[in-house]
């Protein structure tokens, strides 16, 4: 499971699709933001995590707030480790022969500045949160790679460029999830011309994207819809 959301709801859509919980094996944290992070909490009140291995860069559960608000994960790295097999890695994990967790994000584009958003208490100091546990998930598939994303405030053309260094693997299938674009700027235009040059057979951009920067994707870009219960076959 990459991600768990922010509420209940991974509980309900499991049930309707027919998805045992109790067979998870690994759960995925692409980010320590409670959006992506506090369904744990109710995983936690309804199937044992100690069997589970829990992935995720070693920042994850930091604390972190914007104003005074918190928007962190449900537990501390403390309490975690306690609940389950927890693996921080900030550098590549290799989960199975095709899929691995790509860890911390370096910055390979000049236009994929990386942006601070809230504060995040490391070591005991707050300080300026830059993401960094930022990460996605890479799988190797006959046509080349397909990419799931977190919110992508590392940049999605930053995350294609090290998934492909990490994988040895040039050619992108496709990339579903958040690109963290919401403006009509020089820098979607950048990413447009990018991802372009990827020659990807398709992409769904959901979380984090606004529907004027969606539009402006489609118009060079593969866009398809997503939602819940979407199958995708390669």
């Given at each position: ?187 979607l235009t950048r990413t447009i011309e990018y991802l372009e040059s990827c020659h990807l057979e398709r992409i769904y951009p959901c979380h984090c994207v606004s529907l004027l920067a969606k539009a402006k994707m489609m118009e060079k870009l593969p866009v ?11």
């Amino acid at each position: 499971m990459l991600d768990t959301g922010y509420s209940d709801i991974l509980l309900s859509n499991a049930r309707k699709m027919g998805i045992d919980l109790f067979q998870l094996t690994h759960i995925v944290l692409s980010l320590g933001h409670n959006d992506h992070s506090n369904g744990l909490r109710y995983l936690d009140n309804t199937i044992p995590l100690s069997g589970l291995k829990v992935i995720s860069h070693p920042g994850c559960f930091n604390q972190k707030t914007v104003g005074n608000q918190s928007i962190g994960a449900p537990f501390s790295e403390e309490e975690i480790r306690s609940k389950s097999n927890y693996i921080p890695s900030e550098t590549p994990l290799f989960l199975s022969e095709n899929c691995v967790f790509l860890g911390q994000i370096p910055q390979k584009n000049d236009f994929e500045i990386r942006s601070p958003f809230g504060r995040v208490n490391v070591n005991g100091e707050w300080q300026d949160d830059y993401l960094l546990d930022d990460s996605a998930v890479a799988l190797k598939t006959p046509k080349g790679l397909f990419l799931i994303s977190s919110c992508s405030h590392s940049g999605i053309c930053n995350v294609v460029e090290y998934a492909k260094e990490v994988c040895k693997e040039d050619r992108i299938a496709g990339i579903l999830g958040g690109f963290h674009l919401f403006d009509v700027n020089d820098r979607l235009t950048r990413t447009i011309e990018y991802l372009e040059s990827c020659h990807l057979e398709r992409i769904y951009p959901c979380h984090c994207v606004s529907l004027l920067a969606k539009a402006k994707m489609m118009e060079k870009l593969p866009v398809f819809e997503t939602g819940v219960g979407l199958t995708i076959d390669l």
